[in-house]
C-alpha cells in the first residue's frame, strides 16, 4: 500500500504554479481595467462577467461536495474512487465566498431593483424581499451556512484518508493543514468508524440545506437581474445544471 500510496504522490511543479500566479493576477488587473475605463458600458460587461464567474464556479464547487454527500447517502461503493476529486472542490469555497462578497459592491450595476422605483404593483409587491439590507444579509447567512456545513462534511470524510497517508509517507505529509486536520484524532480504527457515522448524519442535512440555500441564491443573484420575471422552478434548473 506505501507503494500506491508514493506513485499516488502529485506535486504542482514551481513553473506551473508561477504560470498560475500570472494569470490570476492579469484576471485581478483586467477587472481593475473593466471598471476604471471605457464607460458604463464596459463597467456593466465587467461586472456581468465577474457574477456569471462567481455563480458558474461556486456552483461546480458545491455540485462536487453535493455529489460526495449523494454517494455517502447511497453508499455508493463505485463512488469512492471520485469521492476525493469531488470534495476537492471545498478548497474554491472560501475564494467564491470572497467573490460573492465583491458581487455586492456591484449590485447597483448589476440589479435595476437597487436604485429604480418599483414602477407597477407586480413588482412593487416584491420591495420588501428586494432590498439591500435584506438581500446581503440572507445571502451572506446561506453562505456561511452552507460553507461551514460542507467544510464539516468535507473535514470529517477526508481525516482518515490524512491519517493513513501520514502512516505511510511519514509524519511530515501534509504539513500544517494535516496538523489541523488531525488535532484531537485518536486511534484510527476507532477514527473510520466514528466519522463514518458522523458523515452519515451530517450528509442528509447538508443535502437538505444545500437544495434550499442553493435555491435561493440563484434567485437572489440571477433571477433578479430581470426585476419582473420570476420562476419558482429557477432554483431547481440552477442546481441541475451545476451538477451537469
Known sequence: MKDIAEKSLFIIPEKIKRLLWAFIILGIG?????????????????????????????????????????????????????????????????????????????????????????????????????????????????????????????????????????????????GRFADKMLVGYGEHEDEVIRLEKLSRKIAPALAILYAFGASFLAWDFVMTLDQEWFSTLFGVFFIIGNMH
Not at 462567481?54 to 469512492?80: C, P, Y
Open 30 to 174: 483586467m477587472f481593475i481595467a473593466g471598471l476604471m475605463t471605457g464607460g458604463e458600458d464596459s463597467v456593466l460587461r465587467t461586472w456581468q462577467a465577474f457574477l456569471i464567474n462567481t455563480v458558474f464556479w461556486a456552483g461546480i464547487a458545491h455540485a462536487g461536495i453535493f455529489f460526495s454527500v449523494i454517494w455517502q447517502l447511497t453508499d455508493a461503493k463505485w463512488g469512492r474512487p471520485f469521492k476525493r476529486l469531488a470534495e476537492a472542490c471545498a478548497g474554491f469555497l472560501p475564494i467564491s465566498f470572497l467573490m460573492f462578497i465583491i458581487v455586492f459592491f456591484g449590485s447597483n450595476v448589476l440589479y435595476e431593483w437597487t436604485h429604480n422605483p418599483f414602477l407597477h404593483h407586480g413588482v412593487a409587491v416584491k420591495a420588501g424581499w428586494l432590498n439591500m439590507p435584506f438581500f446581503v444579509s440572507r445571502n451572506i447567512a446561506w453562505l456561511v451556512l452552507i460553507y461551514a456545513v460542507s467544510w464539516w462534511f468535507v473535514k470529517t470524510s477526508i481525516k482518515p484518508d490524512i491519517a493513513l497517508a501520514r502512516k505511510l509517507l511519514g509524519t511530515d505529509w501534509g
